[in-house]
Antibody, heavy 119, light 110 residues
Framework: EVQLVESGGNLVQPGGSLRLSCVAS????????MHWVRQAPGKGLVWVSR????????TYADSVKGRFTISRDNAKNTLYLQMNSLRADDTAVYYC????????????WGQGTLVTVSS | QSALTQPPSVSGSPGQSVTISCTGT?????????VSWYQQPPGTAPKLMIY???NRPSGVPDRFSGSKSGNTASLTISGLQAEDEADYYC??????????FGTGTKVTVL
């Protein structure tokens, strides 16, 4: 059974940093591209970032470019999102999602972890 | 990248059909058959319902169907059931090598 379990969400002050983790199981992690998607309270889904299966290429939404860094450790089956210079509008539930192996969509999602940026 | 445009809400009685539109641009929906749809009941993670415009993953009822014309994609739920009540989001790959979601549509079963 495919499972994605996020952790690391917390309350952080504006300008602070946080690292999210997503532990994957039930599939060959190093074969899949992985993504982060976020959802502000009561709002819609927003794509944040993507990393290729070997970690050689990353892409970011304009809203987080230069502040967030996506990475992965295939030996630990773990995806990361390092978030720096956090702002109030980064407050959201952050989901990790598996990109389909031959497609441009997400076939499995984690349950999400809440990041709150507030003083 | 601006969000794709969806109606805020649609509703229907059990057994009826509802259609949700998803309007983008020639840089996303209009250029790629890479439109997918997700169902999100309150407090839960999104679930894939349609991929590549009109394909259903295993386990998704055939009451759900997708289509596309020009810059607009659509999700139709036929034979609406109470369990279909949820938020629905479309998504598309874009020419910027990124992804964009729709604004979301709340489906209410009357």
């Amino acid at each position: 059974e495919v499972q994605l379990v996020e952790s690391g969400g917390n309350l952080v002050q504006p300008g602070g940093s946080l690292r999210l983790s997503c532990v994957a199981s039930g599939f060959t992690f190093n074969s899949y591209w992985m993504h982060w998607v976020r959802q502000a309270p009561g709002k819609g889904l927003v794509w944040v970032s993507r990393i290729t299966n070997d970690g050689s290429s990353t892409t970011y939404a304009d809203s987080v470019k230069g502040r967030f860094t996506i990475s992965r450790d295939n030996a630990k089956n773990t995806l990361y999102l390092q978030m720096n210079s956090l702002r109030a509008d980064d407050t959201a539930v952050y989901y990790c999602a598996r990109g389909h192996i031959i497609g441009y969509y997400w076939d499995y999602w984690g349950q999400g972890t809440l990041v709150t940026v507030s003083s | 990248q601006s969000a794709l445009t969806q109606p805020p809400s649609v509703s229907g009685s059990p057994g009826q059909s509802v259609t949700i539109s998803c309007t983008g641009t020639s840089s996303d929906v209009g250029s790629y058959n890479r439109v997918s749809w997700y169902q999100q009941p309150p407090g839960t993670a999104p679930k894939l319902m349609i991929y590549d415009v009109s394909n259903r993953p295993s386990g998704v009822p055939d009451r759900f169907s997708g289509s596309k014309s020009g810059n607009t994609a659509s999700l139709t739920i036929s034979g609406l059931q109470a369990e279909d009540e949820a938020d629905y989001y479309c998504s598309s790959y874009t020419s910027s090598i990124t992804y964009v979601f729709g604004t979301g549509t709340k489906v209410t079963v009357l």
